[in-house]
């Protein structure tokens, strides 16, 4: 009995300690730690290494703000430098002026008839017509010694029978534009001729068709040439017909509204001895009327 107790009790102290040594293991590390030993049982709790602070990414500097880029110096919009004060513009005395060379000429002036139309012209449309003119027309300036080499020439027509009037008066001074002082050709295109009876250099060329009304005469064409069948050297000066219907080539110039100070033609010093003057109509009817051709030029 006594055994068997015994038995017991050493059983139950076993169990016991089983129990117990478990528990003993964990102040030990503790102390272990306390007392800097090395433990034993967990591998010394790598102390939080505080891993050298990720180097602190080199402060990234407040990017020094790298100067922004200087502002380009402000290139102040390029105070176009005043364009060198244009050379004070040699103000073009009368005297220098070379852009209309007009050294040495001097105006053509014209004997012009009395207006023989008054009031408002009738309200003519045209193509190409140009617009009325306010104040006095150009002048026209040519070499001194020019002259009117038409004056008393003889002249020739595509129309050898005129209706009213003779060729003659085409170039017999007469420009009043009354009865008696204009040919009449038929209709359709016709045209009128001067011989100048010698070659000169023509600088300008002036028509009066009929301008006791307003009209237009149609596709006028002036050409000048050195022989009489306008096969030699011809040249145009003048064309107002803008769709070629007379076949002599479509022109540049414009059409225009016939009256006392007759249509001044610029003719640049041609050297010619002929001038043909050709017309389609007019705006009133389909004959062409010539009260006075004159041809300036000199030798």
């Given at each position: ?85 244009p050379a004070p513009k040699a103000e073009a005395t009368p005297s220098d002026e070379p852009a209309k060379d007009t050294k ?196």
């Amino acid at each position: 009995m006594k055994m068997s107790r015994l038995l017991v009790l050493s059983l139950a102290l076993l169990v016991a300690v089983a129990f117990l040594l478990p528990a003993c293991d964990k102040p030990q590390a503790k102390k272990d730690e306390k007392g800097g030993k090395t433990p034993t049982t967990q591998p010394a709790k790598a102390e939080p290494k505080e891993e050298p602070a990720p180097a602190p990414a080199p402060k990234a500097e407040p990017k020094k703000e790298e100067p922004a880029p200087a502002p380009a110096p402000k290139v102040e919009p390029k105070k176009e430098e005043p364009a060198p004060a244009p050379a004070p513009k040699a103000e073009a005395t009368p005297s220098d002026e070379p852009a209309k060379d007009t050294k040495g000429l001097v105006e053509l002036k014209l004997e012009l008839p009395k207006p023989l139309f008054e009031g408002t012209p009738k309200n003519i449309r045209e193509k190409n017509l140009r617009p009325p003119r306010k104040g006095p027309r150009d002048p026209l300036m040519v070499p001194p010694g020019v002259t009117n080499v038409a004056s008393g020439k003889a002249v020739t027509s595509s129309d050898s029978e005129p209706i009213i009037g003779e060729l003659k008066l085409v170039t017999d001074g007469d420009k009043e534009g009354t009865d008696g002082s204009y040919v009449e050709l038929g209709p359709g295109k016709q045209w009128v001729q001067i011989d100048l009876k010698d070659a000169y250099n023509i600088f300008a060329v002036v028509v009066w068709h009929y301008h006791r009304e307003g009209r237009v005469y149609r596709d006028v064409v002036v050409q000048v040439a050195d022989d009489a069948d306008f096969i030699t050297n011809v040249r145009t000066v003048f064309n107002n017909d803008y769709d070629n219907s007379s076949g002599l080539g479509i022109g540049n110039d414009m059409q225009y509204l016939d009256s006392f100070e007759g249509e001044l033609i610029p003719v640049k010093g041609l050297k010619a001895r002929y001038v043909r003057l050709y017309s389609n109509g007019n705006t009133s009817n389909d004959q062409n009327h010539y009260t006075e051709v004159e041809v300036f030029g000199k030798k």
